[in-house]
């Protein structure tokens, strides 16, 4: 028999079709052809990109060789980062010029294709400086929302495959975020705890859902989870941005998106996928209702006709089974 | 410089990223193959699919060959037709039992993969069939929400080329719906008047994004389209659901449907597309405040890591540039 579970953060049911029977094995993909072709990421070609915004490096002047992370703006940006919004109708509609920022980070100097290549340590910088670009752009009074992200492979969206992140800062913000800020302050108004910290416990204590287990962070495949494998990463203590973690919390981080993450590539044999930092609105900081996570999406299924329509998922793998297999799987 | 605007209906920002300078011919697919091997939906193979719930036919008994349209419950059902949906909890979370409807509406004897192959006469027969199957399982008071969708190709989640609808019927309003609602009981409030009433004004009166204008009906590329080519179609006379338009209104829906789609056809070399028919929930029938429309959603564009964070989607080509294109197109 089919379920339909609700996720409580942003009230969308999920159809759980345990019985189309899909196992982990359904899901593998093609393995991960690295290409030899011109790569601008790369080390040495540090002019064939936008000028830096900011970078670590050990060594020489901006735009040389010699950096560890390198953030850049997208040479195509979805967003222009002169200018004021200018507001308008056009009619009945409703318009505004498209400020904000596009920044790329390029996470390291060598030409790899997953951010599990790279030693825990060096995954501590990049979170850090994802934290270091937020807490710059929100400063920015035009803006509204950060969003930092990562697309791996083409179906994820992907068009280099030299691995990096992206950050895409709005000047309102969007429509899922204040649907899941809807649900939590439901949530909160109605219990007065956090959604999120009571689900840590109900996760922690159950076991069933878990992929990681730290000190600090808690890796779990949520109960009504949309796509097979979905995961979410969340900080134990309460916290509703995530730029204000203090840098002595992200190595830890590190060390659990890099489990995570090692546990999905081998159990899924290195899939597309797409993760997603969520947090908390630029100018609302310390908010007792919301609680940052990081939600990573393996795209094994397609959406179609009834997903588009309807927001409703329909997901062939109980989480259960996709948690313990993630447990389990050789590292 | 990138537009943001924001669709009326579900208040979800798009990205409009002009200067991302994409041309129609850079969507164009791969021209869709008529596959030669076994296919369950072809006349004479009624004993591969589940017994019939309704079909028109012109002889013979159910089951058998001489049919022009023909539905059947789906093979793999995401919601099962039996029981109760035994709603309860699981600590914090809500679950109940995945019952519904998926039933399968197989539009043609015959091997063919577009539902522009039909005549006109044909594709009513098919809206009417759709009709009827709602209006049917309405009764049952089980159920909320029922859904006719239809995919096309494989990226767009279509299993069998052979050309077909589903429908799927849900025991609770989906998330989605209750957005558009939502949007349209605020505007009505305000305005005393149907969204998509003014809507269809400004539209016509404008004609920049219109792409069919009929007498009862209108296709047009929406003022916030999510993706390239997105085509709604909605009848100009106020109506909310679509399972109460009467008979003699659905050939013209049919003639406007079929060139909507063969335009997008051919400007797009037969893309991989979904269309959704967006209705009033059951037992809400004669809305002043809902209008009920067909989205048609070509393929084109992958979604990434942004889109999924957000629900804000970047579209590269203006709807009055896709628009025009499909106006001028050669049929």
Redesign the interface.
């Known amino acids: 028999?089919?379920?339909?579970?609700?996720d409580?953060v942003?009230?969308?049911?999920v159809?759980?079709?345990t019985e189309?029977g899909a196992r982990p094995s359904d899901f593998k993909s093609a393995p991960r052809v690295i290409s030899r072709g011109f790569c601008p990421f790369c080390e040495g070609n540090e002019d064939k990109t936008p000028p830096e915004i900011l970078a670590y490096r050990s060594s020489r002047g901006a735009n040389e060789s010699g950096w560890r992370v390198r953030v850049v703006p997208n040479k195509?940006?979805?967003?222009?980062i002169e200018?004021g919004?200018d507001k308008r109708g056009?009619?009945?509609?409703?318009?505004?010029?498209?400020i904000g920022a596009h920044e790329v980070i390029i996470e390291t100097p060598e030409h790899v294709t997953s951010l599990t290549d790279h030693s825990a340590e060096h995954i501590e910088e990049i979170l850090w400086c994802y934290s270091e670009r937020l807490n710059d752009l929100k400063n920015d009074k035009r803006f509204a929302?950060g969003?930092v992200?990562?697309?791996v492979g083409?179906?994820?969206?992907?068009s280099l495959e030299h691995t990096h992140s992206?950050l895409?800062v709005?000047?309102?913000i969007?429509?899922?975020?204040n649907?899941e800020m809807a649900g939590c302050r439901e949530f909160f108004q109605y219990h007065g705890r956090c959604?999120f910290c009571?689900?840590i416990v109900?996760e922690t204590s159950?076991g069933s859902r878990v992929v990681v287990d730290s000190d600090r962070y808690l890796a779990f495949e949520p109960?009504?989870s949309r796509f097979p494998f979905e995961t979410w990463i969340v900080p134990k203590q309460h916290r509703s941005n995530f730029e204000t973690t203090p840098r002595e919390e992200l190595g830890e981080l590190a060390r659990v998106l890099k489990e995570g993450l090692a546990r999905l590539e081998s159990a899924l044999e290195y899939p597309a996928y797409?993760?997603?930092?969520?947090s908390a609105p630029f100018g609302q900081e310390d908010l007792d209702l919301y609680h940052w996570h990081i939600?990573i999406?393996p795209r094994l299924t397609?959406?179609?006709?009834?997903e588009?329509?309807?927001?409703?998922y329909?997901n062939p793998v109980p989480p259960e089974r996709a948690a313990e297999f993630l447990r389990n799987v050789e590292l």
Request: net charge positive; hydrophobic share 45%; proline share 8%.
């Open positions: 028999m089919p379920e339909l579970r609700k409580p942003i009230r969308r049911w159809i759980i079709a189309r195509f940006p979805a967003l222009a200018g919004p056009e009619g009945m509609y409703d318009l505004m010029r498209g929302y969003l992200f990562k697309n083409s179906v994820a969206g992907a992206q895409i709005t000047p309102v969007p429509r899922t975020v649907g959604l009571d689900m109900q159950s109960f009504a797409n993760y997603i930092v969520h939600e999406i397609k959406i179609a006709g009834f588009w329509g309807t927001g409703f329909i």
